[in-house]
């Protein structure tokens, strides 16, 4: 089974081999597509051949879907560029880009408000979902060190959660204790989540910025009804704040939102560094809030770089220049620089979902005032068009605007994303407004819908 093939990436029509005209002085010639040809070919042509096939990939700037960075300026290019060769392992080769992933963890370290940030236990990852699992796995441990009995650890959640979570339970033996969304509540909330925790408990996921709507789940208030909890049961449950985005957002622009290490119960961290961190992808960041929160016997130390190394990852060799990039934003923007560019987006999703709740048909469930993301949907009352069809729609503009519907409980509520990151401006706004009016009248005149979601773009995180 091909494991990896992307559902669009294939077409049973291709031809086995593709067809190269005459260029760069080669006549005609024909390349096999699945394997490896005979011989060489000049370095132009090889590049030529793949850059024209990724034409046809879509346009960054144009995908709404994605949280992932599209733009860094043409210094951090540059500065990437120059880091490519490096291995963020070998710590004895590359001292100084180990040194400014030191530095990285200490910055979060302040920013989340660590109550030693000199001692800062945390390092970078590939990305949000490693830096996730990483975070499930001490929580485990702690509970292994402390569990007398035999029961079977679970970790508790909202089922709006990114699938790592999923991914975490199933290959670490973790049941999942899922809280569904029920009516107009689309997230976790504290009394559901106190409701699923026992003795076997490992501890709480809190998202900081669901990928579904893009609102914050109430952090402080889970906090203290495990404070509660505890007191009655004598069961310490800790929690963890997957910030994959929020972590990048909320800092700068909701400073006296308590959500990080300035309560007591959160134990660890995770964000995307290449979310709203602003860096290429892939690097994620977690951060304990003590060195007591990462068990030792989960860090492995190796010598056979030229070093005695301790690393604590699901992989190893791993580049470098996403995290020389990750500090290059640090010293670029400085905290006002962050505040700026994620207030921009803030400003620009709310706008933007103003002028689009103003359109009639449809009706906003979020309005991107908590991370710069919105989710609408189409009113109960168009019966001609889903939000299946303006996804379909919007992509004849260039558009991609992703439908999809909730998870369990709510599988009736269908609706669009619209994800502002950096380089998403007023203008583009403008011109996603201009191309939903343009689609309006002929999705109006449909006798019926077009599209249920089979078919239709899919939900992407």
Known sequence: MAMLKHPKAGRAAESSELAIGPRFGIENLAIPRHELKAGELPAEVAYQIVHDELMLDGNARLNTATFVTTWMEPQADRLMAECLDKNMIDKDEYPRTAELENRCVQILSRLWHAPDPDTATGCSTTGSSEAAMLAGLALKRRWQHRQKGTGRPNLVMGINVQVCWEKFANYWDVDMRLVPVEGDRLHLTADEAVALCDENTIGVVAVLGSTFDGSYEPVQEICDALDAFQARTGIDVPVHVDGASGAFVAPFLDPDLAWDFRLPRVASINASGHKYGLVYPGVGWIVWRDAEALPEDLIFWVNYLGDNMPTFALNFSRPGAQVAAQYYNFLR?????????????????????????????????????????????????????????????????????????????????????????????????????????????????????????????????
């Open 333 to 461: 923007l400085g905290f006002d620089g962050y505040a700026r560019v994620q207030g921009y987006a803030r400003e620009v999703a709310t706008r933007l979902s103003g002028r689009i709740a103003e359109l009639g048909p449809f009706e906003l469930v979020t309005r991107g005032d908590e991370l710069p993301v919105f989710a609408f949907k189409v009113r109960a009352e168009i019966p001609n068009f889903t939000v299946f069809d303006v996804s379909q729609a919007l992509r004849t503009g260039g558009w991609q605007v992703p439908a999809y519907t909730f998870p369990k409980n709510r599988e009736d509520l269908a609706v669009l994303r619209v994800v502002v990151r950096r380089g998403f401006t007023h203008d583009l706004g403008d011109m996603l407004i201009d191309e939903l009016k343009r689609q309006l009248p002929r999705l109006e005149k449909q006798p019926a819908p077009a599209h249920d979601g089979s078919t239709a773009s899919g939900f992407h995180h």
